[in-house]
């Protein structure tokens, strides 16, 4: 079947630390990955993307590489803010009967320290 | 700027009464989603909708009901039938269904129980 696990939170880091958050996946085919961000009381918006093996999604100093060997697509940034404190969900979407489906991870939460 | 509107952001419920939450989209997308959102989990995909006129159960689709007269709405009813409704739910919208590209989402209803 099709699922994303990503590792539990809260992560909690001080200001200008390197961030992990570990993002792995089971898929039928060849899926897109996401990750996306939701900030309290609000939608999710998308932070970064990749679709297809060994591709490398980035915004606002956030990384994250699609590896197919190990299913994977960790997020990482190397020196994190307060304002990058929220909620961070991996994604993946695949073809599923007559649709393009996505599928989410639990979301891991992220708080700065200043 | 286009976008997804939900409204209401608050939404309150009493026992056995049916309620509408609104979802208007202007970025032209042909399909639409309903999540739903609870602490500590995914988003759960309730409905979707690939084309006017057309739509489809998710995987959480007991006690909701959704129309799509038009191609820039998508509304959802939270019947009297869903035991459980207090939840955050998110509209989405994707260009078109079978689209590699990411689900754009509106803010949210924060739907509770009086």
């Known amino acids: 079947g099709n699922s994303v696990t990503q590792m539990e939170g809260p992560v909690t880091l001080s200001e200008e630390a390197f961030l992990t958050i570990n993002c792995t996946y089971t898929?039928?085919?060849?899926?897109?990955l996401f990750w996306y961000v939701q900030y309290p009381g609000e939608g999710l918006q998308l932070l970064l993307k990749?679709?297809?093996?060994?591709d490398k999604g980035s915004n606002k100093g956030f990384e994250a590489t699609y590896r197919k060997e190990t299913t994977s697509f960790h997020l990482e940034k190397g020196s994190v803010q307060v304002s990058d404190s929220a909620v961070y969900f991996c994604?993946?979407?695949?073809?599923?009967?007559?649709?393009?489906?996505?599928?989410f991870g639990s979301g891991t939460k992220l708080n700065v320290k200043p | 700027d286009g976008g997804i509107t939900q409204s209401p952001k608050y939404l309150f419920r009493k026992e056995g009464q049916n309620v509408t939450l609104s979802c208007e989209q202007n970025?032209?997308?042909?399909?639409m989603y309903w999540y739903r959102q609870d602490p500590g989990q995914g988003l759960r995909l309730i409905y979707y909708?690939?084309?006017?006129?057309?739509?489809q159960k998710g995987d959480i689709a007991e006690g909701y009901s959704v129309s799509r007269e038009k191609k820039e709405s998508f509304p959802l009813t939270v019947t009297s039938a869903q035991k459980n409704p207090t939840a955050f739910y998110l509209c989405?919208?994707?260009?078109?269904?079978?689209?590699?590209?990411?689900?754009?989402f509106g803010d949210g209803t924060r739907l509770s129980i009086l």
């Open positions: 970025l032209n997308h042909d399909a």
């Open positions: 989405a919208s994707r260009d078109r269904p079978y689209s590699n590209q990411p689900q754009h």
């Open positions: 898929a039928t085919g060849y899926p897109s």
């Open positions: 909708s690939q084309i006017v006129n057309d739509f």
């Open positions: 990749a679709t297809k093996a060994d």
């Open positions: 994604a993946l979407s695949v073809p599923v009967g007559n649709f393009n489906k996505f599928y």
